[in-house]
């Protein structure tokens, strides 16, 4: 058995996930060698903030729709991306409801949450140190300053026990009650593509689910006499649509989402406990600390290689068009035209399933005594002509198919 702070590892070996009450040395990310809140951050978004504040990058204030496209524009963030969210679980959670849904926007590395008369929430990740999270409002006037804020308000969740004790990513799913407040909570602590599809997206709109319903969005509830009733909720029907950038919570969004959170996590704890034993060591790995990084790295490749994804709806999923068509445009070929972006989406998320995180700040971020490990351990798993637990749903073509892959677009892998 794994470490049992691996907690990642216990939920994706199909264990329930130990309540993360105590805080490890290695999570306390306010202290050295983390220094969370003093180490100069690059990530995406803080690179550009001072630019977007002073208007040297301009956006467009004549609404607030307006400000919020220009603004995902400007990041590089696709407005079909939008996941619409109706439970009282974030910050702003005085705005939300079913009358006045959270936007969720994502990419690989940057999200952006908003609902109409709410402020601007940004989560950019640094390759470092994992989510740097600001708070804004919209200017309501031409030239009015645009006061960029460092959230440490957002730590209340993000950087406690929902998020590992580090600074990562938290998705809720919930049985909201009639004014928003949450009934019944599922998946609690837990996140990523292993996570049941059954548990997901409590609190949620989805669309493009076609007629699969075993889900828990797009209901609310009323707990009575210990008996939950639930009530549907029409997407579009309760809020004005045409105040939101887009007109979709799509399915494949929310799978997505669930996979780039997990991913995130996971690299995030292998880096925060790589960095805390070469703080340990003087920069040396302690002899004593080797196992726990094995295991870490270990944990990372298997899910990176999905062999505990869960199976998708019967029927698959279909993904809305203008969605598949922006999730492609970061889309990095071999010479034979495949690409680690390309969705499968009958049976399982990825045609070839290593995941395309890989080019991401949370992985490209980890030193290199953390990302050896995990490519020593990814190039055992995808042997064509060797069986290995990590890749055990891999046919031997696909393991070939993923070694070429990652030779023609990864640098330092060989």
């Known amino acids: 058995m794994m470490l049992k702070s691996l907690t990642m590892t216990l939920l994706l070996a199909g264990m329930t996930c130990p309540a993360r009450a105590e805080r490890e040395l290695w999570q306390d990310f306010t202290k050295p060698p983390h220094d969370y809140w003093t180490k100069p951050v690059t990530d995406r978004f803080s690179l550009l903030k001072d630019d977007l504040a002073s208007g040297k990058i301009p956006l467009d204030r ?10 995902l524009d400007v990041l590089k963030v696709p407005a079909s991306s939008q996941m619409l969210v109706f439970s009282a679980t974030s910050l702003q959670l005085s705005l939300i409801s079913t009358r006045n849904p959270r936007a969720l926007f994502f990419t690989d590395d940057l999200y952006v949450g908003w609902m109409p008369g709410g402020k601007v929430e940004i989560v950019s990740i640094d390759p470092a140190l994992g989510g740097i999270y600001y708070i804004f409002d919209i200017p309501r006037r031409e030239g009015a300053a645009l006061n960029v804020e460092r959230s440490n308000r957002c730590m209340n969740c993000h950087g406690a026990a929902d998020s590992g004790w580090v600074p990562g990513l938290v998705i809720s799913s919930v049985i909201p009650g009639p004014n928003s407040g949450s009934l019944i909570s599922y998946r609690q602590e837990i996140l990523g593509h292993g996570v049941p599809m059954s548990e997901r997206m409590g609190g949620w709109l989805v669309t493009g689910a076609g007629t699969w319903k075993k889900h828990r969005g797009n209901v609310t509830g009323e707990l009575y006499a210990g008996k939950l009733t639930t009530t549907p909720v029409a997407f579009g029907e309760t809020f004005d649509l045409n105040r939101y950038p887009a007109a979709t919570s799509d399915l494949l969004a929310h799978v997505l989402h669930e996979h780039q959170a997990g991913f995130i996590t996971t690299a995030l704890e292998a880096g925060y406990r790589s960095r805390a034993a070469l703080h340990e060591g003087s920069g040396v790995i302690p002899a004593g600390r080797v ?17 505990d994804e869960t199976a998708l709806p019967p029927g698959g999923v279909a993904g809305d068009p203008a969605f598949r068509k922006d999730f492609a445009v970061t889309r990095l070929a071999d010479p034979a035209g495949r690409s680690l972006r390309d969705l499968e989406l009958k049976t399982h998320l990825l045609k070839y399933r290593c995941s395309y995180m890989i080019y991401s700040p949370a992985f490209t971020g980890l030193v290199p005594e953390m990302k050896t ?10 042997r064509p002509d060797q069986r290995d637990e990590l890749s055990r749903s891999l046919p031997g073509a696909e393991k070939q198919a993923i070694r070429e892959i990652l030779t023609a677009t990864l640098p330092g892998w060989k």
């Open 62 to 71: 004549s609404s607030e729709k307006a400000f919020v496209m220009s603004l």
């Open 291 to 307: 196992a726990e990084l094995d295991a870490a790295a270990e944990a990372l490749v298997r899910y990176m290689l999905f062999t």
């Open 373 to 382: 490990r995990v490519f020593q351990r990814l190039a055992a798993a995808l």
